[in-house]
């Protein structure tokens, strides 16, 4: 029973992001400032600023670490899944791979994480528009930040973190040469966005359109699986 009760206020009380405390500071600040005139904002503010703290909010996630397994970099939902040819600053060519976009909403948890085991080969930013992120053209027209990365077998696996309609600032804490394992966090976005995974050719998504995929624990692919694309339906 005290376990868990302990597990439920672990589960609402989790770490947040120290890049969020100031956010968090800055609607605290407005809420006292405005509702000292009009005391209504108090309780808006304080929804506000309760809302900030919940959308910066840093948890911990059990990952599965059997080698080939490709976990989800995003909480949110499987956008699409569709051929397409890589970020061209990342330099893997033109040839069209599977790329699965999950979108997050603002009440998802922004804290990316590594989707694989491997070494950063290549970060490359670019600006961009602020289009919403569910769009397909906001991979290539909204603001970005793209990382390669090299698998242990030699193969690369790129990774997309597209700026969405409200996000404004995407950041990133890792290095060109860094080794990360798969669920490491490595970046993180402000405000509503969206993540990009291109698989390897040849290897299928374990995923589907609509499904709901959480960071650092869904298996979106297997590297080491030769099934086909799988298929879902509403029931």
């Known amino acids: 029973m005290v376990s868990s009760i302990i597990d439920s206020v672990r589960s609402v009380l989790v770490p947040i992001h120290p890049e969020g405390w100031r956010f968090v500071g800055i609607f605290v600040l407005v ?7 009009w005391t209504p904002f108090l309780f808006i503010g304080g929804v506000l600023s309760a809302w900030c703290t919940y959308f910066f909010r840093n948890p911990d996630r059990i990952t599965p670490i ?5 976990i989800s970099p995003a909480d949110g939902v499987v956008q699409m899944i569709e051929p397409a040819a890589p970020p061209a600053e990342l330099e893997m060519g033109n040839a069209p791979l599977t790329r699965i976009s999950i979108f997050m909403n603002v009440f998802n948890v922004h804290v990316n994480r590594a989707p694989v085991d491997g ?6 930013y670019r600006q961009g528009k ?9 991979s290539e027209h909204n603001e970005r930040q793209s990382v390669r990365m090299k698998l242990a077998d030699g193969r690369d696996i790129a990774f997309v973190q597209i700026a969405g309609l409200v996000a404004r600032r995407i950041l990133i804490w890792v290095e060109e ?16 966005s969206r993540v990009d995974v291109y698989l390897p050719d040849g290897v299928s998504p374990v995923v589907c359109v609509g499904q709901i995929a959480v960071a ?12 086909p694309p799988r298929e879902g339906e509403h029931r």
């Open 119 to 124: 070494r950063i080969e290549k970060l490359a």
């Open 66 to 70: 059997r080698e080939g397994l490709v």
């Open 216 to 227: 650092g624990e869904t298996v979106i692919a297997d590297l080491a699986a030769a099934e």
């Open 177 to 192: 040469g860094q080794k990360l394992g798969a669920g490491e966090r490595f970046g993180l976005i402000r405000f509503g």
């Open 130 to 138: 602020f289009l919403n992120a569910s769009l397909d053209k906001a």
């Open 31 to 37: 809420t006292v400032i405005v509702g000292a005139f």
